[in-house]
C-alpha cells in the first residue's frame, strides 16, 4: 500500500510542482504503460479522482494513449491526495510496476524532509551572491532581484548550428530538432557548462541553488523541466569530492553536518531521478578525483541528473563524451552588460552620469576582443569596474591585467584607511601615506603573492591560519586589508579551521604573477614542473598575468627557460625551423645585452608566444615529424655570428619570423647509428647529456638567420649539413596535413642514404602542396643504387611519371624493403613489366592494389605472381573483382589483409577461404562490403571457418557483409577458437538486437577482454 507524503486538512492542496513535473517528465512511458480498463475506471470514481462525465469525456480520444495523456492533464489540475488515490488504484489494478518504475511515488520521510530543509537553509545564504567584489561588501546586491540570467551557448559540431539561449534552458535537452530519432529527445543526465574565468559558473550555481531553496517554482521559469523539478539538489564544489569513496560522506561533511550517514543515503537514493547534483569547478579539483569521475560516467547516480562546470580545456575525451549536453557561457552580451550597470547605479543611488563614459563604450563597442567593453562581458570583471567607477573615475584600462593593478590600487588605499584610520584625517598634514603603501605592500602584499603562489601550486583557493604564520602575517591585518576574506562556502566542514578565501581564483592568479615576476628562481623551478598538456590547456588566465607583467631581462629570461624546457621533450626538436630560430636570437639578446624599446617590446613579446605556444602545442600532439639517422657526425662546425644590434634589426628579424607561419612546421628528431662510434670526441670530452642533446643544441646554434629567407625549404639542409655533416644513412618522415616534403626532399638529396621512408597517417595529405619540383627531387633520389629500404606514399608517386618511377625501381638491385603505394589502373605493356620486375624482387612488405581499371595483363601477373612474395607482410585489395588464387600455389606468409569493396565469384571465394586457412600469422583482418557477381548468398559457415584456422587474430573486421541471426551460432563458434582476439567489428550488418545480445553475453564469457562494435 502507499502511504500519504501528507494529509489534507480542510483546505484543498494542489498538487505539488514535484508531482506536476513527474506527469510531464514521464508522460510517454505513462501514456505507453497504463491501461485504462473497466476496473481501473471503477476504481478511479469510487476515490473521487474521476467522475462519470469525465470518464465520457476522456474515451472520446481515439487511441489509448491519447486517452491517458488526457486523463493525465485532468490529475495535473487536481491535488496531492488525488495523485497518491491513483497510484493506490493502479495498485489494486494489477498496475504496481507503473507505480514503483515511472510515478516514483514513494513517501519522503521525514527525516528526508528535514534533509531538504537543512540544504534549503544553507543554499539562502546565496541571497547575499557577492554580485561584487567580496573585498568590497557594500557594494554587494540582493540576488533575488539584481542577478542576471547568464546567455548560454550550445557550440557547433559536424550536425548541428551554433545556439544561444537563456540559463533557463540549461536542463532541456538541445538535440538538433531535425534528428532522424522518432521520439522526443530525453532531457540531458550529464550537463557541462564551460567558460572562461569571470564568467560567471560559479554564480550560475549558487543561483540555481539559492532557486531551488524557495520551495517552489513561481512562475519565472519559462522551461520545464526547471531546477524547481528536483526533489534534493546537491551544491557541491569538485574540489569538495576529492578523497571521498562515497557521495554520501562527502555531502554529510560539507553540507550536513548534523545528519547521521543514513539519513542521507535515504535522502539521495529517495526517487534517484529527481537528484540534481550541482558540482562547480572541475578546474579546480579534477586531479586524483576518482569519485567525481565515477559520478560523471555514471557508475554512481547514473539516473540523477549532473550539471558541471569547468574552465575550458580541462575535460579531456573519453570523459567529456558522456555528457549528453555540453554548453559554454561567454558572459554578459551588450543588452546585458547595460542592465548591469543601470541596475547598479540605481541599486546604490548612484550618480548615474558616473557611468555614462562606460555605457559609451558599451554601446559603441566594436572589437569584440578588445578594451574595455570586451573587458565587461566577464560578470567579474564588470562588478570591479562598477565598483572602481562609483569610488573614483573610470581607469584607462585595455586588458584584464591593467584592471587587477587598478583594483590592487584600490585596495591598498582602502587597507590604509582602514589600518592606519588616525592618517586619514582630512587636517592631517601629513598623511603618511606613501610609507603606509610600502609598509603593507611589504609586509602583508608580497607574503600574500607567495602563498597565492604555494596555493596555485596545489590547485586551491584559500589559505589557513597555519599557512599566514609561515610567512609572519597575522590574520586580522590580512582580513582588514582586504586582500583576503574569513568566508563561510558551502562547505561546513572543518569548521574549526579557520580558512581565508581569495575573492575569486583569477584574483590569485594575479598575485601567483606578481610574485612569480618578481622571484625568477620560482618561476624556472615552476617551469620544470609542469607538463606541455598543463601548459597548453590549464595555465591560460596565468600566463596572461605573467606575460602582461613581465618586462625586459626578466621576460627574455623567461622565454629563454620555456623554450630550453619544451623545444626538447621527447627526444625530439618541436616546431622546426621556427623554434631553432626563437632560440638563438634569445641567446644572442641574452649575450650581447641588447636592450629592446618598449616601443618594440609588445610586437617582440606576442611574437615570440605565437612560437611559443606553437612549439609546445606541437610537443603534445604529432604532425609532422622528421627522423635523421646519421653514420658519422662532423665536429667542426661553428655557430654562426649573429650582427644585431639595433631595434631596427630586430623587428627586422621578428618580423621574419611572424611570415615563417605560412611556411613548414616540423617535429625533427636527430639519431645516430653507432654514438660510441661516431660520437667519440664528445663523450670523452665529459659531455653528460645525450647524444640528442648535443645535436640538437648544435642544429640551433647553426641555423641560419638571414641566408634562406628567399627559400625557407632550405633551412632543414642547411642546418644538417653546418652542424652535423653530411652522413645521413636514413630519412623518414610521416605526418597529419601540412607541407614539409620539399623541405625533407632537399635534405635528403646527395646523401648516401640507404632508407628512405616517406609515409602519412592521411592518406589524402599533402596531394594539393606535392608538385613537379618534389617529383624532379624523387627521381633523383631514386638513382641511389644503396637504397635497401624504400617506402613511398602515392602523393609522391603521382609527383612523377609512372613510368619514370617504375623504370627506376626496378633498378634498385640492393633494395631489401619496398612499401609502394600507387594506381595502376590503365597500364601499358612496358608498365606493367617494370611493375612485374619489382615484384618478383620479392622485396614488398606491403602491396596496395586497387582493382577498378586492372588490364587483364596486369591482372594476370598479379595472380601468378602475388602467390610467390614470400617477403609479403600486409596485403590490400579495393574496389573491383578479383580472382584469387588456389591455396596450393600460395606461399604467403601475411600478418595483414583488407579486402574493401571486392567482388567474387564462387571460385574465386572458394580460393579466398582456402588461402586464408592457410595464412596462420595473421594479426589483423578486415573483410568488409565484398559481394558475389552473379548475385548470391556469401557462404558465411565457409568463411567463418577459415578465419577460425587463424589463431593470432587480435583484429577481424566484418563490416556491412549482411550477417545475420541465422549464423550467429556459427559466428560464435569461430570467436571461440580465436582465443587471441581483442576487437570484433560488425558495423553495418543485419542482426537484431536479439542477434547482438547473443554475441556480447559470448564475448563476456571469454577469458580474454573482446570488444564488439555494432
Same mark, same amino acid.
Not at 852 to 865: A, H, K, Y
Not at 877 to 899: E, I, R, V
Given at each position: ?51 462519470? /462525465?469525465?470518464? *465520457? ?41 507503473? %507505480? ?52 548560454l551557448q550550445k557550440g557547433k559540431t559536424a550536425t548541428t548550428e551554433k545556439? *544561444? ?41 549558487? *543561483? ?96 540523477? $541528473? ?9 575535460? /579531456? ?153 609561515? %610567512?609572519? %602575517? ?23 579551521? +579557520? ?5 575569486? +581564483? ?7 604573477a606578481k610574485h612569480l615576476v618578481q622571484t625568477p628562481n620560482d618561476l624556472?623551478?615552476?617551469?620544470? $614542473? ?27 629570461? !623567461? ?56 612549439? %609546445? ?77 648535443? &645535436?640538437?643544441? /648544435? ?6 638567420? &638571414? ?77 641511389n643504387p644503396q637504397l635497401k629500404i624504400l617506402h613511398i606514399i602515392d &602523393? ?7 613510368? /619514370? ?112 586457412? +592457410?595464412?596462420?600469422?595473421?594479426? $589483423? ?11 548470391? !548468398? ?55 538486437? $536479439? ?20
Amino acid at each position: 500500500m502507499v502511504k500519504k507524503i501528507f494529509q489534507s486538512q480542510g483546505k484543498m492542496v494542489l498538487l505539488s510542482e514535484q508531482r506536476k513535473q513527474i506527469l510531464i517528465d514521464k508522460r510517454d512511458d505513462l501514456a505507453e504503460t497504463i491501461e485504462l480498463q473497466a476496473k481501473l475506471w471503477s476504481l478511479m470514481q469510487s476515490r473521487n479522482i474521476v467522475n462519470k /462525465q469525465d470518464e *465520457d469525456r476522456i474515451k472520446l480520444n481515439r487511441t489509448p494513449y491519447e486517452q491517458v495523456c488526457v486523463l493525465l492533464d485532468h490529475l495535473a489540475k487536481r491535488t496531492d491526495r488525488d495523485y497518491e488515490a491513483f497510484c493506490e488504484c493502479l495498485e489494486a489494478d494489477d498496475q504496481p510496476h507503473v %507505480v514503483s518504475e515511472i510515478l516514483c511515488h514513494r513517501a519522503p520521510s521525514s527525516s528526508n524532509e528535514d534533509v531538504c530543509q537543512q540544504l534549503r537553509s544553507l543554499y539562502c545564504l546565496f541571497e547575499d551572491i557577492a554580485t561584487g567584489p567580496e573585498w568590497a561588501p557594500e557594494f554587494a546586491l540582493d540576488s533575488a532581484t539584481f542577478y542576471i540570467s547568464l546567455h548560454l551557448q550550445k557550440g557547433k559540431t559536424a550536425t548541428t548550428e551554433k545556439k *544561444d539561449f537563456g540559463q533557463d534552458e540549461v536542463f532541456v535537452s538541445h538535440r538538433d530538432e531535425g534528428s532522424s530519432s522518432a521520439k522526443k529527445p530525453c532531457n540531458p543526465k550529464r550537463i557541462l557548462v564551460e567558460g572562461d574565468p569571470g564568467m560567471g559558473k560559479t554564480t550560475l550555481c549558487q *543561483d540555481l541553488a539559492f532557486r531551488w531553496a524557495r520551495q517552489e517554482c513561481t512562475g519565472e521559469c519559462k522551461c520545464a523541466p526547471c531546477v524547481h523539478s528536483w526533489y534534493v539538489v546537491i551544491y557541491l564544489t569538485a574540489a569538495n569530492l576529492q578523497g571521498y569513496q562515497d557521495i554520501h560522506s562527502a555531502v554529510k561533511d560539507h553540507l550536513l553536518p548534523d545528519c547521521d550517514i543514513d539519513q542521507v543515503k535515504k535522502a539521495l537514493n529517495f526517487c534517484e531521478d529527481k537528484t540534481l547534483f550541482i558540482i562547480d569547478s572541475f578546474d579546480e579539483g579534477h586531479k586524483d578525483n576518482n569519485l567525481l569521475q565515477d559520478l560523471i560516467k555514471g557508475k554512481v547516480y547514473a539516473n540523477a $541528473t549532473l550539471l558541471l562546470t569547468s574552465r575550458p580545456n580541462y575535460l /579531456q575525451d573519453p570523459l567529456k563524451k558522456k555528457f549528453h549536453s555540453k554548453l559554454s557561457t561567454n558572459g554578459f552580451t551588450r543588452e546585458q552588460k547595460r542592465s548591469y550597470v543601470e541596475i547598479f547605479a540605481n541599486s546604490k543611488k548612484e550618480n548615474k552620469s558616473k557611468f555614462d563614459r562606460l555605457l559609451y563604450l558599451i554601446d559603441t563597442e566594436r572589437n569584440k576582443d578588445d578594451g574595455i567593453a570586451s573587458l565587461c562581458r566577464s560578470p567579474l570583471n564588470l562588478a570591479i569596474i562598477c565598483l572602481l567607477i562609483s569610488s573614483g573615475e573610470l581607469p584607462r584600462i585595455n586588458d584584464r591585467t591593467e584592471l587587477y593593478k587598478s583594483v590592487t590600487k584600490f585596495l591598498l588605499k582602502k587597507a590604509i584607511k582602514r589600518m592606519h584610520p588616525q592618517d586619514d584625517d582630512p587636517m592631517n598634514d601629513d598623511p603618511m601615506e606613501e610609507d603606509h603603501m610600502e609598509e603593507i605592500e611589504a609586509d602583508i602584499i608580497r607574503p600574500i603573492c607567495r602563498l597565492s603562489f604555494e596555493a596555485y601550486k596545489r590547485n586551491e583557493v584559500s589559505l589557513s591560519n597555519a599557512d599566514l604564520k609561515k %610567512v609572519g %602575517v597575522k590574520a586580522d591585518d590580512v582580513l582588514r586589508s582586504g586582500f583576503l576574506t574569513k568566508k563561510v562556502k558551502v562547505s561546513l566542514l572543518d569548521k574549526s579551521v +579557520k580558512r581565508f578565501y581569495f575573492s575569486h +581564483k583569477t584574483f590569485m592568479e594575479y598575485l601567483t604573477a606578481k610574485h612569480l615576476v618578481q622571484t625568477p628562481n620560482d618561476l624556472k623551478d615552476w617551469l620544470k $614542473t609542469i607538463t606541455e598538456f598543463e601548459w597548453k590547456d590549464e595555465h591560460d588566465s596565468l600566463k596572461k598575468f605573467l606575460f602582461d607583467l613581465m618586462h625586459g631581462d626578466s621576460l627574455l629570461e !623567461t622565454f629563454l627557460v620555456i623554450m630550453k624546457r619544451f623545444i626538447y621533450s621527447h627526444e625530439r626538436i618541436h616546431n622546426f625551423p621556427h623554434s631553432c630560430l626563437l632560440l638563438r636570437l634569445l641567446r644572442h639578446l641574452k649575450e650581447k645585452t641588447i636592450i629592446i624599446s618598449p616601443k618594440m617590446e609588445a610586437e617582440f613579446k606576442k611574437n615570440c608566444l605565437s612560437i611559443i605556444n606553437r612549439t %609546445v602545442t606541437r610537443s603534445s600532439a604529432m604532425f609532422h615529424s622528421i627522423t635523421i639517422t646519421f653514420a658519422t657526425i662532423s665536429h667542426n662546425a661553428k655557430p654562426q655570428d649573429i650582427s644585431m644590434n639595433t631595434d631596427t634589426e630586430a623587428k627586422q628579424f621578428v618580423d621574419y619570423l611572424r611570415s615563417l607561419d605560412e611556411h613548414p612546421h616540423v617535429d625533427l628528431i636527430i639519431e645516430c647509428a653507432d654514438e660510441s662510434v661516431a660520437f667519440p670526441d664528445a663523450m670523452q670530452g665529459g659531455l653528460q647529456d645525450s647524444f640528442f642533446s648535443y &645535436a640538437a643544441d /648544435q642544429l640551433s646554434s647553426n641555423i641560419p638567420l &638571414a641566408s634562406c629567407k628567399e627559400d625557407p625549404n632550405d633551412f632543414l639542409r642547411i642546418a644538417l649539413e653546418q652542424s652535423l655533416g653530411n652522413d645521413i644513412r636514413e630519412m623518414k618522415i610521416k605526418g597529419y596535413g601540412g607541407d614539409a616534403s620539399k623541405s625533407f626532399l632537399k635534405a635528403a638529396l646527395n646523401k648516401p642514404l640507404e632508407m628512405l621512408k616517406i609515409g602519412s597517417y592521411d592518406m589524402e595529405w599533402n596531394e594539393k602542396t606535392i608538385d613537379a619540383s618534389c617529383g624532379d627531387m624523387l627521381a633523383e633520389l631514386l638513382l641511389n643504387p644503396q637504397l635497401k629500404i624504400l617506402h613511398i606514399i602515392d &602523393a609522391f608517386n603521382n609527383s612523377i611519371p609512372r613510368m /619514370q618511377l617504375l623504370s627506376q625501381l626496378s633498378r634498385l638491385d640492393a633494395l631489401d624493403e619496398l612499401y609502394l603505394q600507387i594506381d595502376m589502373g590503365n597500364t601499358s605493356s612496358k608498365e606493367v613489366q617494370f611493375y612485374e620486375q619489382i615484384l618478383k624482387k620479392n622485396k614488398l612488405q606491403k602491396l596496395k592494389i586497387y582493382g577498378d581499371g586492372l588490364s587483364d595483363e596486369l591482372r594476370s601477373v598479379l595472380q601468378c605472381t602475388i602467390p610467390t612474395m614470400t617477403a609479403l607482410k600486409a596485403l590490400s585489395f579495393m574496389f573491383g573483382p578479383f580472382d584469387f588464387w588456389s591455396s596450393a600455389d600460395d606461399h604467403l606468409q601475411l600478418q595483414s589483409l583488407y579486402l574493401d569493396h571486392v567482388s567474387f565469384n564462387s571460385e574465386s571465394f572458394d580460393n579466398l577461404c582456402g588461402i586464408i586457412a +592457410k595464412w596462420t600469422n595473421l594479426r $589483423t583482418m578486415d573483410i568488409n562490403a565484398i559481394w558475389f557477381e552473379p548475385q548470391q !548468398t556469401i557462404q558465411f559457415g565457409t568463411l567463418f571457418t577459415a578465419i577460425a584456422k587463424c589463431q593470432m587474430l587480435s583484429q577481424l573486421s566484418m563490416c556491412e557483409l549482411g550477417i545475420g541471426d541465422d549464423v550467429t551460432d556459427q559466428l560464435c563458434e569461430m570467436m571461440k577458437s580465436l582465443e587471441q582476439l581483442d576487437l570484433l567489428d560488425l558495423r553495418g550488418n543485419n542482426l537484431s538486437p $536479439t542477434g547482438k545480445q547473443k554475441i556480447e553475453e559470448f564475448a563476456h564469457r571469454r577469458k580474454r577482454q573482446l570488444i564488439v562494435k555494432f
